[in-house]
């Protein structure tokens, strides 16, 4: 379907050129005076110098042409030559039909293409922490935004799970139990298919090894010599690594679940090990990579560069590969076996510069296309109220797990407090299951609703508020309408009877608009990948809404024909904020 802005220009076109001016002219913008007008346009003024001319003549002449215009009303020239209208309610209630009849309503797909999102990128064995949530929540928006827009989309985690820890891990489970038969050179028969430790165990031998080893030399050169065992492949390592893996990738599992963060691959850096050998090989032939101070390097500044962007390093002086080398050699797996046209990649912008080297350097060496497309988006910080990156009450880094225990309680307490002011029951079991959903919302509404790239405070108490710019206001209103259109069903309405009319007052037209504006919105969200757009319509739509509601006795209209209009409006309403918060990766409880 066509914008609605895009149908109200080309009215304004037609009477540009009726009235012998340029259509050019005729462009319609949203009025930034809602109270004089809903629409205006401001093309007279540029069309003054061209035909000589004061802009309110020229606005006047156009005007007049607009007079049994289909879709405007009161049109109206004002000084010192810009265009006021509004638009008819027949014309907004024809194309809200048409927006409720069409599939997405009417939101029109761009080209489709594929596209791999890298996200999430948790580090096998560590912990969750509140920094892989920025990651998950948004990394996961953009892939149903771009699964919307009819993209071919693969999400895939990236996990950390070669690098030092894996030898970290391992070194610090030796020095425990060396009787291990993992760590038996002679072992040759078939190791156990139960692993030696559990999640907590494992999560607790990390960060222990990893702070012995920033004291104590030999053991950070045994967890070296350790990775480089497990790197080659020996046999003991790999069984344990094995185990590493899915005592972390269960866990992980389900703590993304509770999430609603779903990958399509689990791939992690392990699988591009064996290719690293080959690709350098390539770049050295291509004539690429040079030896610099013993490394390996690519150079990838240009000459329009403000900033120094330093080489990208392929291998260190012992021949050891690094994070880039790893990212290079994922571009190469997923170019052969997916065949992309564009590389979503979603980390802390303090990877900015980090990718901005590895992007060149894959465009370099050609291990792209060069119309394959490489996205960084880089994220701020969370932080808490003190401005600083967020943390537990004792000072901790905090655990995802306890984010969301914390949620979930101040959850069930406002729950059950609005369930109180109300004056209804509410049963314990229900109020959980509630507060988990729309903990869920106040989590990623409060993250997604700020521009990704900006730093924002993690405020308990304004998120979870069931007012204001919140999730939990989104879910409220879509509980609201549900309620409504069930007590209709109970009254022996039918909703597939009922079509949408006429607006007849200001805060139903409002409601209207707000709905109308849905396509061209969505076509942005998609176009400039911001979830923060979709938010920030959500928020204008329930507001709209409850404007609405407040103002119009909806069940108890005694007009059959007019209540059922109300009901329908109602109806889309509900469908568009619906299909607004699954593209964020949240859903609506059906009682709160
Ligand atoms: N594991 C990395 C980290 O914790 C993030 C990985 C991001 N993705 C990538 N392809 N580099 O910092």
Redesign the pocket.
Known sequence: MQKILDLISEEIKKAFEAAGYDSELGRATLSNRPDLCEFQCNGAMAGAKKYHKAPLMIAQDVAEKLQESEALSEVSAVPPGFLNMKVKESFVRDYLRDMFGAEKFGFQTPESKKIII?YG???VAKPLHVGHLRSGIIGESIKRICRYAGHDVIGDI?L?DWGLQMGLIITELQKRQPELVYFDDSFEGEYPSEAPFTISELEEIYPTASAKSKEDEAYKADAMEATFKLQSGVRGYRALWDHIIAVSVADLKKNYANLNVEFDLWKGESDVHDMIPGMVEEMKKGGYAYESDGALVVDVKEETDTKEVPPCMILKSDGASL?NTT?LA?IMDRMANYHPDRLI?L??KR?DLYFEQVFRCARKTKLVNDDTELVHIGFGTMNGKDGKPFKTREGGVMRLENLIREINEEMIRKIRENAETKGYEIDMEQAEDTAKIVGLAAIKYGDLSNQASKDYIFDMDRFTSFEGDTGPYILYTIVRIKSILAKYEEQGGKLTDTVISEATGVSEKELMLELAKYNAMMETACEEIAPHKICAYIYDLANAFNHFYHETKILTEEDGKKKAGWIALLALTKDVLETCIDLLGFSAPERM
């Open positions: 890298d990128g948790p580090n990236h950390g994070y990212d994922t990649y980390t802390d990877q």
